[in-house]
């Protein structure tokens, strides 16, 4: 639900700046599979174990996809349906495959799910207030829980909350550089937290009304999607700063974030933007267009371009409109 929220805000507060240079180069799907398993715009997708993963958190399953072929090879029922009253919340997830393991945060049924891929069954499920995220380090699995405005500490080998990180509406989390990147949406900042004692040692301003949703670590560095300003932040470790500003070219609020091939990969609701981290700069875009079904508007409730997951040497993006998932090649 963020995400539709995200829209009202961002379009208020969006800068409308296109980032200097040549025009990105045009990036085209190579295979298009049918997905009409979601009941609403949302599918989130995951990739590892040589799959790609898509869930739908309005029917509680998991789909996985072979990443070469492109073959549903799996379909794992992760709880019941949920009812028509939390569907019409329109509920999120993250799919996070780490640790041997597929995580889903799951904010239809608050749970986070652990699915093993060798037996494509649940192995274990917590109860949590609002899970929007997952990341691992030793010993620990962190998930923020955006309600609670902290972010639960849990340990893996008895699957029971030990502690927890208080933050401001938190979104996401990101190992990198030997610390645990919390992003605290409400207050447009990153923390900087140490993952053995849990204390936070630094903390990231971002601008007021970036909205940072999600980040990743990735080539030395963490990215923050920043929907509120229709923007990538990269964030420098060594120093802990805001290193660049990347404005994304006209569009609504995304902000789903993807690393793989080189290349740091980011949706905003119209498109889907290739980044160059060594140049700080766009050079590839994928346009997924319905014309008249979705738009930079702020009443969008129907972005052509959702989830994205880097898996196969390929990025896999969801269109929901076209009730598709579409494969493009990185090279």
């Not at 963020?2 to 507060?13: E, F, S, T, Y």
């Not at 085209?28 to 979601?38: G, K, L, N, Q």
């Not at 509680?60 to 019941?80: H, W």
């Not at 995304?254 to 060594?278: M, Q």
Request: aromatic share 6%; charged share 15%.
């Amino acid at each position: 639900m963020l995400r539709r929220i995200l829209i009202g805000l961002g379009a208020a507060l969006a800068v409308g700046v296109v980032g200097a240079g040549a025009a990105p180069m045009p990036l085209h799907a190579t295979t298009s599979i049918r997905f009409p398993y979601a009941d609403s715009s949302y599918a989130a997708l995951g990739s590892g174990a040589g799959s790609v993963w898509a869930f739908v958190p309005s029917n509680g399953v998991l789909y996985r996809y072979d990443d070469r072929s492109g073959r549903l090879v799996a379909r794992i029922r992760l709880g019941p349906t949920p009812s028509s009253a939390v569907v019409a919340n329109e509920p999120e997830g993250r799919v996070v495959v780490a640790g041997g393991f597929v995580w889903v945060a799951d904010q239809a049924s608050q749970r986070l799910i652990r699915v093993s891929p060798g037996s494509n069954r649940v192995v274990a499920q917590v109860r949590l207030a609002d899970p929007y995220d997952v990341a691992l380090t030793s010993g620990a699995v962190w998930v923020p829980e955006f309600g609670p405005y902290r972010v639960a500490r849990l340990d893996p080998a008895t699957n029971r909350v030990m502690s927890s990180i208080a933050a401001v509406g938190p979104t996401s989390a990101a190992i990198g550089d030997g610390s645990l990147w919390i992003v605290a949406h409400r207050s447009d900042q990153v923390l900087r937290v140490d993952p053995k004692t849990g204390m936070t040692l630094a903390t990231v301003s971002l601008r007021r009304g970036s909205g940072p949703e999600v980040a990743r670590f990735g080539d030395g560095a963490l990215w923050v999607s920043t929907p509120g300003t229709n923007s990538l932040t990269r964030i420098d470790p060594a120093t802990g700063k805001v290193a660049v500003t990347i404005p994304l070219p006209s569009g609504a609020q995304g902000g789903l974030l993807a690393v793989g091939g080189g290349s740091v990969w980011i949706e905003n609701f119209v498109g889907v933007y290739r980044i160059d981290p060594h140049l700080n700069a766009i050079t590839g875009k994928l346009s997924v267009s319905h014309p008249g079904q979705c738009g930079a508007s702020p009443l969008i409730d129907a972005p052509c371009a959702g989830p994205i997951a880097y898996a196969g040497g390929s990025l896999w993006v969801y269109d929901p409109v076209g009730k598709r998932i579409l494969r493009v090649p990185s090279a």
